[in-house]
């Protein structure tokens, strides 16, 4: 997971991405944006959509990082995350009793469980984790000027 970018780093790639183009319209034309769409995100006014990571050839990514040693700790996929809390619902002896423990719905937790749903913030908090957005470039996507 060493090309996973944060916030800051999908700008720096988005500029460096304009940079490479006549101009930032020239840019904007080549994704099928608006300019002003491609500006409001490289300012920070607007968070990249789904959309618009899509057309500049980026993914979105969950990841998950233990609570506490957040730093040191490696960041975990979402199918790592998802063994964890099984690991942790399995210790505390059912999935009813963790989650009267924690206060949470159990029929959320049997979707999560069952691949239904994602994981609310609930869940994460109380599996002890946090949850990250990171990106990653698409290796297919090549930008010309």
Sequence with gaps: MNDLLDLIG???????DIAA????????ESIGKANATVSSV???????????LDAAGYDRV????????????????????????GTVI???GSMRAWCRKHGLPPTSVAQFLD????ATDAIVR????????RYRRRAERTIAA
Excluded: D, H, W
Aim: glycine share 6%; proline share 6%.
């Design 42 to 52: 490289i300012n920070g006014r607007l968070m990249p959509s789904a959309k618009f």
């Design 115 to 118: 691949n239904e749903r994602s």
């Design 62 to 85: 969950e990841c998950y990082r233990p609570l506490g040693i957040e730093e040191k700790a490696p960041l975990l996929n979402s199918l790592q995350f998802f063994t964890e809390v």
């Design 21 to 28: 183009f006549p101009s930032q319209i020239a840019y904007s």
């Design 90 to 92: 399995r210790k505390s």
């Design 10 to 16: 999908l700008y720096a790639n988005l500029g460096t």
């Design 126 to 133: 109380a599996a002890g984790f946090r949850r990250l957005i």
